[in-house]
């Protein structure tokens, strides 16, 4: 079957690093994506890994393992309008995305 | 990264009128674009896969009577509910892949928020 597993809530204080993990099986797999959604608003993309290893973008980094089936999105220094949702999407066989149920991030100061 | 303009960003109307909804790749030409379904603190469903030129693949359990989808050019697709009641009322988003672009990345749309009383 075809599941995207990730923890509903986190919380993390201001200029801190947190780390979102999420877990996934697919048919077939085509790439791992991280969106950032803001409530009421549309996902933004963030990061894309197809390799394992990890892909580093400013204050954004994504990791992935394909034998474990395992990502992690990481942001440091985090800023207040990190405060969001994070949506770990897997690419399988059909090339469509599965979307798990997303990480609701609040910033503290 | 690529943009994909939706619109309206939100629409009020009454039990049983239709509503469009477009959706338009603006710096590239989108092959394939996706009608996603959003619950309150729920995550993306899939309802349809656009492809230009050809019918939508729609997802089981959506039903496509219900919801046409149109792709007519490379960078427009439009969804119509149809005859709308008040458990459509939902945030629609679209998105859009670029073929040979950035891998499969899909781009979003801004949403729209339906909501039929």
């Given at each position: 079957g075809q599941n995207i597993d990730q923890p509903t809530e986190m919380t993390a204080t201001e200029g801190a690093i947190v780390q979102i993990n999420c877990t996934y099986q697919t048919s077939g797999f085509n790439g791992l994506f991280w969106y950032q959604q803001h409530a009421g608003e549309a996902p933004t993309f963030l990061s894309y890994n197809v390799l394992d290893g990890l892909?580093?973008?400013?204050?954004?980094?994504?990791?992935?393992?394909?034998?474990?089936?395992?990502?992690?999105?990481?942001?440091?220094?985090?800023?207040?309008?990190?405060s969001a949702s994070y949506l770990c999407a897997a690419g399988g066989a059909t090339n469509k995305l599965i979307f798990g149920t997303g990480t609701l991030l609040a910033v503290q100061p | 990264g690529a943009v994909v303009s939706q619109h309206p960003s939100r629409v009020i109307c009454k039990s049983g009128t239709s509503v469009k909804i477009e959706c338009r790749s603006l710096d590239f030409q989108a092959t394939t674009m996706f009608w996603y379904r959003q619950f309150p603190k729920k995550s993306l469903m899939l309802m349809a896969t656009s492809n230009e030129g050809s019918k939508a693949t729609y997802e089981q359990g959506v039903e496509k009577d219900k919801f046409l989808i149109n792709h007519a050019s490379l960078t427009l697709s439009t969804l119509t509910v149809t005859s709308a009641h008040p458990e459509d009322s939902s945030f629609y988003i679209c998105s859009a892949r670029e073929w040979g672009r950035d891998g499969n990345i899909q781009y979003f749309g801004a949403g729209t928020r339906l909501s039929v009383l």
């Open positions: 892909e580093e973008k400013g204050r954004f980094s994504s990791f992935l393992s394909r034998s474990k089936g395992y990502s992690y999105l990481l942001l440091k220094e985090l800023q207040m309008k990190d | -």
